[in-house]
C-alpha cells in the first residue's frame, strides 16, 4: 500500500538504469498493475523479470543467478490468469504474491533459529519481528531475489543446528543458486564438522588417541566436507558452464528471434547479446571461465577498494548504520567471551562451566554466525558497492536481528516489566495486553515499544528509528527510482 502510494505522488527519477523496451500493446489492466505494483519493479528488479520473461539473452544478466527468475516463470506459469496481461505484468505480479509469502516463511525460519541458537525465547521472537521491518524490507518485497535467499539460508541454519546435515544442505545448494554468496554458507558446514572433531578427540582418553583412528576420522570428515561443499558451489558452477555455452559456444543463430528495439537498447548501451555476431567476450579464454566476476567487473566496476572516492561519501554515509551495528556486534561478542574466540569455540567446556554458559546473542552458539556475518561486512566494505551492505547483510545474516534484539532486551526497560505498569511510572504501558502479563509472545513487543515511543532509552529510539527509518525511506526512494541500497 505505501509503495503504491509513494508510487503516485512522487514522480520517478530519469535514473540511468537498465529499462528495457515494454513490447506489444499494453491493456488498462497492464496499466492499473502498474500503477499498484510498478514501485515493486525497479532498479535490479528489471533484470530479473526481463530474465525471468526473456531467459539470458544479455551478457550483463549473469549477474543475477537464476533460481529466483525460474521461480517468477513457474509461478507465472502456474496461477490462473482470468485476465488479458502481459508477461511481464503476470511476472510483476508473481514476484509480488511470492515474496510476500517468502518473507512471511523467512521471518519464521528466523524465529526457529533463534530458538535453536539463542535458546531464549523472547529474544528469538524479537528479532523475527525486527525481520520483519527491516532496514532492507522493500528488497524483501520488490522483485528481488533477497527474500527467496533468506528463507533458504536461514531454514539451511536451522537444519543444521537440529542435526539434519543433508536437508540443510540441499537448501545451503538451492541458496548458491539465488545469490553468489549462498557459497560462503559452505563455513557453516566446515565449523561444525571441524568442531565435532575436536570435541570428540578432546572427550576421547589419552590409551583411545591412536594414529589409525584419528586419520579415519579426519579422512571422514574431509570426505563429507569436500562432498558437502561441492553440493553447495554445484548450482554457481553449473550456471557459469551454461553462460560458457550461449555466449562462448558456437552461434546459435538467435540474432532473428531477438526483437529489433531489444537490439537497438544493446547498440546504444553496449550490451552484449547472446547468439548475436561479434567477437567472443574475453572471459571466455580464461583458464576457469567465470561470467560472474566479469560481468561484475566490467559492468559494475566491483572490485577490491575501487568505491573508495570522495564521491562516494554519500553511499558510504547511508551504509554507516548497518556498518557500525555490524562491527559493535562484534565487538561486543569478542569483548564477552574473549576464551571462546581466541580457540575458535574448539575447546571441550569443562563440567563445571556447562551449567554456566550463557544463553542469548552472547552465547556460545552464536560463534560462527558473528564470525559469517564479520565476514561479509568486511568483503562488503571493501570489495562492493558500499551502499548494497543493508540488504547484503539484511538478507544472509541473522545477526543484523539477533543483536538488535540483545540491545533491546538489556537495555530497555520497558521490555524488562512482568506486569502491565511502566516500571518507572506505574502507569499501564499501551500495546501490550492484561492477560499476557508480560510472558510468552501474546504481545509484541515492537508495537508497544512503538506507542510508547517517549519512554524508549535512546538506545533503543536509534535502533527501531534505524530499523523503520530505513524501511520507510526504501519504500518512498527505491520505488521511484532514487538511488538508495
Not at 529499462?19 to 492499473?32: F, V, Y
Not at 502481459?86 to 509469502?101: C, I, T, V
Not at 552464536?366 to 558497492?385: D, K, Q, R, S
Request: hydrophobic share 50%.
Amino acid at each position: 500500500v505505501f509503495q503504491a502510494a509513494f508510487n503516485l505522488l512522487i514522480p520517478d527519477h530519469a535514473a540511468d538504469a537498465f529499462s528495457p523496451p515494454r513490447l506489444g500493446p499494453r491493456g488498462r489492466w497492464d496499466a492499473l498493475l502498474e500503477r499498484l505494483l510498478g514501485g515493486l519493479g525497479r532498479w535490479d528488479a528489471e533484470h530479473f523479470l526481463f530474465i525471468a520473461e526473456r531467459g539470458y539473452l544479455l551478457e550483463h544478466s549473469c549477474a543475477f543467478l537464476p533460481l529466483f527468475p525460474l521461480s517468477l516463470r513457474a509461478v507465472a506459469a502456474l496461477l490462473p490468469w482470468p485476465l488479458q496481461l502481459q508477461p511481464r505484468s503476470r511476472l510483476l505480479l508473481a514476484a509480488a504474491l511470492l515474496n510476500a509469502l517468502l518473507a512471511a516463511l523467512a521471518a519464521a525460519a528466523l524465529l526457529g533459529l533463534g530458538r535453536a541458537v539463542l535458546r531464549h525465547e523472547r529474544q528469538a521472537f524479537l528479532a523475527a519481528l525486527l525481520f520483519s521491518v527491516s532496514p532492507a524490507g522493500v528488497f524483501m518485497a520488490a522483485a528481488y531475489s533477497e527474500s527467496v535467499f533468506a528463507l533458504l539460508a536461514f531454514s539451511a541454519m536451522r537444519q543444521l543446528e537440529q542435526g539434519r546435515s543433508w536437508l540443510s544442505g540441499l537448501l545451503f545448494s538451492l541458496a548458491s543458486g539465488a545469490r553468489a554468496n549462498g557459497m560462503v554458507n559452505a563455513g557453516f558446514f566446515l565449523y561444525s564438522r571441524g568442531r565435532r572433531l575436536a570435541l570428540q578427540l578432546q572427550e576421547a582418553p589419552a590409551s583411545r588417541r591412536k594414529l589409525p583412528s584419528l586419520w579415519k576420522r579426519v579422512l571422514s570428515l574431509a570426505s563429507s566436507a569436500a562432498l558437502t561443499c561441492a553440493g553447495i558451489f554445484l548450482p554457481f558452477a553449473l550456471f557459469q558452464y551454461y553462460a560458457y555455452a550461449r555466449f562462448c559456444g558456437p552461434g546459435t543463430d538467435l540474432g532473428q528471434a531477438v526483437p529489433e528495439p531489444l537490439l537497438q537498447l544493446a547498440r546504444d548501451k553496449g550490451y552484449r547479446v547472446a547468439g548475436v555476431g561479434g567477437d567472443k567476450p574475453p572471459w571466455c579464454s580464461q583458464r576457469f571461465p567465470v561470467v560472474y566476476s566479469y560481468v561484475q567487473d566490467t559492468y559494475w566496476n566491483v572490485g577490491f577498494l575501487r568505491y573508495f572516492e570522495l564521491k562516494q561519501i554519500p553511499n558510504f554515509l547511508l551504509a554507516l548504520p548497518v556498518t557500525l551495528l555490524g562491527s559493535w556486534a562484534a565487538w561486543t561478542y569478542v569483548s564477552t567471551n574473549p576464551r571462546h574466540c581466541l580457540t575458535l569455540g574448539l575447546e571441550r567446556s569443562k563440567s563445571g562451566d556447562r551449567g554456566k554458559a550463557r544463553d542469548g546473542f552472547c552465547g556460545p552458539a552464536a560463534f560462527v554466525y558473528v564470525v559469517h556475518a564479520t565476514a561479509l561486512l568486511v568483503f562488503g566494505f571493501c570489495c562492493m558497492h558500499v551502499q548494497v551492505l543493508t540488504r547484503f547483510l539484511g538478507c544472509s545474516s541473522p545477526i543484523l536481528y539477533w543483536f538488535p534484539a540483545h540491545l533491546l532486551q538489556e537495555h530497555e526497560p520497558l521490555l524488562w516489566s512482568t506486569g502491565t505498569d511502566n516500571p518507572t511510572s506505574g502507569k499501564p504501558l499501551l500495546g501490550k495486553s492484561p492477560r499476557s502479563g508480560g510472558k510468552g509472545t501474546s504481545d509484541n513487543p515492537v508495537v508497544r515499544l512503538l506507542l510508547n515511543w517517549r519512554l524508549l532509552t535512546p538506545l533503543s529510539k536509534s535502533i527501531l528509528g534505524f530499523f523503520l527509518g530505513y524501511w520507510l525511506l526504501g519504500l518512498i526512494l527505491h520505488c521511484n527510482f532514487f538511488p538508495w541500497t
